[in-house]
């Protein structure tokens, strides 16, 4: 392991961010688990990524001005009824399948951000994720995701536990970290037994001795598996009465709440929720396949921060992003391609939330990007490094985002 | 499935097993006609393996050699009842390669009536359905009413019997190499098989687009795949009009199926993008998404669906729609694309065009050489692969040309070690290590590859699934991994009330001389061919397995009954096992 990038000689400083593009970054070495008992008052982050680019504009829509007829010319019949959504503040409201959402808004424990998004020009997913997770647009040259660095630069962070968890795998944002766990719900954190299991562990610990990445991720797991076995079958019980909803993304934020509750020194958790490629068929007004996908993400993230809110709020922090909004004009298909502006929402006990953040280009031609979408008017890492500033405590954002000058300050926390 | 009502029933059958173990001849009998072999050495009609086993007392870890790297590169893996080629005393390596891709390129010369029986006897009814009878009988006019369960289980058939003799297949057949260049080309065409109106339709997707171009023409494969219906829906095609066109067909033939991201210039003016000395572009940029999007309009189907579209009829098959076709001129990728050409000729140009295009050979020839040597292959291979594809272009065998130029290359042969198994690998060659005896996979397995990361044609963006060992390192694959292991060796999915059911029997598989602790891990590793393992493992192994007992002392026959699936488990876990070669 010699040449390879601790996290504390990191922290020493004594690697600069060169290092990085020039893709030396490895893998960290594998740390034995220890939990402690006590309550902790660290920070957590929940990145929710939106796959397959969501439709800003039918999420946060115009409610005045003339971008109210440009929305409405351009979606004769995919645009939601002015009548229907909620005001956000004069000049946006919000889809009423986000109502759950709109009412933590309305707590000031939500903040929107708008026309935001990657600055680089592509219109491809794939691309775009890259781009967006690794942080650097334009350069696939780096090796490791921005949360890989972020945790590598998190001086606070303890290396114990479980600390980096992907939902349900592992994103381009965490690669080069062997400490992640992935699963999709607390009880996948079993193995099945054939009868002489406690005798097999060991032995399957031989087989993986060394330091290559499957065998680092196999321990970690097995590991994992060891500190949550007391408590894998026991039922859960959110607080204040929730019952989050029978779904896929609920289940995985109920399981992001269990393990925030164990107190097993969760730093980074990511969660990818899927289906918003929309090209087809996208809305019938607020209900259809659209509709559907925001009433999930709503109840889910809701149902979450009112579990975790009395004990643990002031610590978490989520972040709902995408890789690129949506064409500004539908496609003959009820649906929309590929655009390029977004919008993303952060939510947590810090956040200085009910307000809507960034500066809005407008929807006339020219105030288009390519005159066919919602143009970028702040950059994605923008509001990621305000978050790992302030609640998460990271002061060098230019270890996590190289070559990135953050401009000013949002002003998403105090 | 639940799981936890599976894992309740899953600890009543454990303790059902372990009570059954003390008899040789339990309730896992073996199906008619396929005996479980009851040593190594017999269940093969005489064809024995290969590669040369060392015995027990060379122990020192040995290079994998030409034959273990077929074994499990070129094939599910290990199958230890059915080698799938022999060479006699002598045989050069060049030989070995020569004869055994001989024989997989052309599989029509494969005896594979063993598994061909078995499918019959499976009893599907649904894959030798035409494209017509699957889109009328299971669609169209579903002999069921809208409410009746029997409705969606009908529907769903075609669909489900598709997965199921794929994993068949992949267990089963001798045709291994076909096997899995059609799964690579199911993963390059992704489709995601459970679509909401046309899952039917996937076998014949399947059936007469995948296996028909498996080995034949690019060009030909390309527009087989563009006017499938299972495409035409999944990327949306066939509602892409002149009067506001769909780009996701367009974006992804150029980004995925073509010339591939490495070639995706973004969003740049047209008239700058430089030619090469045969005049292609450098790259597709933004402008030839919209311009594709436009050449393909009105390449829709018989989907029935808009009024006052009298020609359009409900038989779900390809159709070419004057009336939503975008008739203007097009420029694209430095193409000039005249207006009022003939029906389906500006998509065709552009079909051309792509099939043509140095960059497409390029992006395929790199994502072959990923699939079958390392994840990061070398350039000079894939330049010489690209090359092949170039110079075949034309050719009707183009692709079993490219295939040979890759596997019959030296970087092939030194890339052991190179490539981790995807689950559904690891999945299928254990059950083949296993020598499990199954017709129809029990819903409980797919669900459990499922949890491992890689359903069968369940994965949703058109990407396919990665190739690279980075996606396929994490615990949810390990975890579940160990359950399908655990799953298949303790038979608790072979009492399915469906009545698909999968067995396993490893006494029967353990010769009677085999029985102490060092023979046990010994026969097993070498009967799948992991000689490789470090020492240190095969001796944690040993002690393992004997337990209180001595290495060399010999282990009763209830001590065998719950040692040997033990032991087996903790083999297919090892990371040895989950390399391909």
């Not at chain 1, 990007?369 to 702040?378: Q, W």
């Not at chain 2, 109106?197 to 060009?219: A, Q, T």
């Not at chain 2, 023979?519 to 490789?532: F, G, I, K, S």
Request: hydrophobic share 35%; with cysteine; aromatic share 10%.
């Amino acid at each position: 392991m010699s040449d390879s990038i601790t996290r504390r000689t990191f922290l020493k400083g004594s690697v600069a961010s060169a290092a990085f593009m020039a893709g030396l970054f490895t893998p960290f070495p594998f740390k034995q688990l220890n939990v402690s008992a006590n309550s902790s008052d660290d920070p957590i982050l929940v990145v929710v990524s939106l796959r397959g680019g969501w439709d800003a504009l039918n999420v946060v829509a115009p409610i005045s001005g003339e971008d109210v007829a440009y929305y409405q010319k351009a979606r004769p019949t995919l645009q939601i009824p002015q009548k229907e959504l909620l005001p956000l503040e004069t000049r946006f409201g919000v889809h009423p399948a986000l109502k759950p959402l709109f009412e933590l808004y309305q707590d000031q424990k939500m903040a929107v951000v708008h026309a935001v998004g990657l600055t680089y020009n592509t219109r491809s997913h794939f691309e775009a994720v890259e781009y967006m997770e690794l942080g650097t647009p334009g350069e696939k040259t780096i090796h490791s995701g921005w949360l890989s660095r972020a945790w590598l630069a998190d001086a606070f962070a303890s290396e114990e536990g479980i600390p980096l968890v992907a939902i349900p795998s592992q994103p381009t944002a965490l690669q080069g970290s062997n400490q992640t766990i992935s699963l999709s719900s607390f009880n996948d954190l079993q193995l099945w037994d054939g009868g002489m299991i406690d005798l097999q562990i060991p032995v399957l610990r031989q087989l993986y001795a060394g330091e290559s990445n499957l065998a680092q991720s196999t321990n970690r797991t097995l590991d994992v598996l060891e500190l949550v076995k007391s408590r894998v079958d026991q039922e859960y019980k959110p607080a204040g009465g929730v019952k989050y909803q029978d779904d896929e993304f609920s289940r995985n934020l109920q399981a992001v709440a269990q393990l925030i509750k164990m107190n097993t020194n969760l730093r980074y958790a990511t969660i990818d929720y899927g289906g918003w490629d929309t090209h087809e068929d996208q809305n019938y007004g607020t209900e259809g396949e659209m509709g559907i996908l925001l009433s999930n993400l709503a109840a889910g993230l809701s149902s979450f921060y009112r579990d975790i809110e009395r004990e643990h709020a002031r610590r978490v922090t989520v972040v709902v992003m995408s890789e690129f909004g949506r064409r500004l004009a539908q496609n003959e298909s009820r649906g929309t391609d590929h655009g390029h502006g977004g919008v993303m929402l952060v939510l947590g006990g810090q956040v200085l939330g009910g307000k809507v953040y960034g500066k809005w280009p407008g929807l006339a031609n020219e105030q288009l990007f390519e005159r066919s979408d919602l143009a970028v008017t702040t950059d994605y890492r923008q509001v990621l490094s305000e978050i790992l500033q302030k609640p998460m405590q990271i002061p060098n954002i230019i270890q996590v985002f190289p070559g990135f000058q953050m401009q000013g300050d949002l002003g998403l926390f105090a | 499935m639940d799981r936890r009502e599976f894992l309740k029933t899953a600890g009543v059958l454990a303790a059902a097993s372990t009570l059954a173990g003390c008899q040789t001849d339990s309730s896992t009998a073996p199906m008619a006609g396929n005996p479980f072999p009851t040593t190594v050495q017999s269940g093969s009609g005489g064809a024995k393996p290969s590669v040369t086993i060392p015995t027990t007392e060379q122990t020192k870890p040995v290079v994998n050699d030409l034959a273990t790297l077929i074994n499990n590169r070129l094939t599910f893996g290990v199958r230890p009842s059915e080698p799938l080629f022999s060479s006699t005393a002598g045989s050069t390596d060049d030989k070995i390669l020569e004869d055994f891709l001989d024989r997989q390129l052309n599989p029509g010369s494969i005896d594979d009536s063993v598994f061909e029986e078995r499918l019959q006897r499976a009893g599907f009814e649904t894959l030798q359905k035409s494209f017509k009878d699957l889109a009328y009988e299971h669609i169209t006019h579903n002999p069921y009413k809208n409410n009746d369960d029997r409705h969606w289980q009908w529907y769903i058939k075609p669909f489900y019997e598709l997965i199921r003799a794929t994993f068949l297949r992949a267990i089963y057949s001798r045709k291994q190499l076909q096997e899995l260049l059609v799964d690579f080309w199911h993963n390059h065409f992704n489709v995601y098989g459970d679509q909401d109106d046309v899952s039917p339709l996937m076998l014949s997707y399947d059936r007469d687009v995948i296996r028909e171009h498996v080995f034949g023409n690019f060009r030909q494969f390309l527009e087989a795949v563009a006017t499938h219906p299972s495409m035409l829906t999944y990327l949306n095609n066939r509602t892409n009009s002149d009067a506001g066109p769909n780009e996701n067909f367009a974006r992804e033939l150029l980004e995925l199926h073509t010339m591939g991201a490495e070639n995706y210039l973004g969003i740049q003016d047209p008239t700058s993008i430089e030619k090469d000395e045969n005049g292609f572009v450098r790259g597709y940029i933004d402008n030839d998404v919209y311009e594709a999007a436009r050449c393909f309009t009105g390449w829709r189907m018989n989907d029935d669906l808009w009024e006052g579209e009298e020609e359009v009829d409900d038989s779900l098959t390809f159709l070419y729609y004057q009336p939503w076709h975008d008739r203007y001129n097009k420029f694209i990728l430095g193409l000039y694309i005249p207006a009022d050409q003939s029906p389906q000729k500006d998509g065709r140009d552009v079909l051309d065009l792509l099939a043509s295009h140095p960059g497409t050979a390029t992006h395929i020839a790199r994502k072959l050489c990923r699939r079958f040597v390392s994840d990061d292959p070398p350039q000079g291979l894939v330049e010489r692969v690209a090359r092949t594809f170039m110079q075949e272009k034309d050719s009707p065998e183009q692709l079993r040309e490219v295939y040979k130029t890759l596997l019959l290359s030296q970087e092939f042969r030194e890339s052991s070690g190179g490539k981790l198994k995807r689950p559904l690998e690891w999945a299928v060659s254990t059950m083949r290590a296993l020598n499990v005896e199954m017709m129809q996979l029990p819903e409980g397995v797919y669900w459990t590859t499922f949890m491992m990361g890689q359903p069968l044609f369940g994965h949703h963006q058109p990407d396919g699934y990665p190739d690279k060992a980075e996606h396929w390192i994490n615990s949810m694959s390990s975890i579940y991994g160990w359950n399908l292991i655990t799953g298949l060796v303790e038979n608790w999915w072979s009492d399915e009330e469906d009545g698909n059911n999968v067995r396993v029997d490893l006494l029967a598989q353990t010769p009677v001389e085999v029985s102490s602790a060092t023979q046990l891990v010994d026969y097993w590793l070498e009967r799948w061919q992991l000689q490789n393992l470090p020492a240190e493992s095969r001796t944690a192994l040993i002690q393992f397995t004997a337990g209180e007992a001595g290495v060399d002392t010999p282990l009763n026959a209830e001590e065998l009954s719950e040692k040997i699936p033990a032991l087996v488990t903790l083999i297919l876990i090892s990371p040895q096992f989950r390399y391909r070669g």
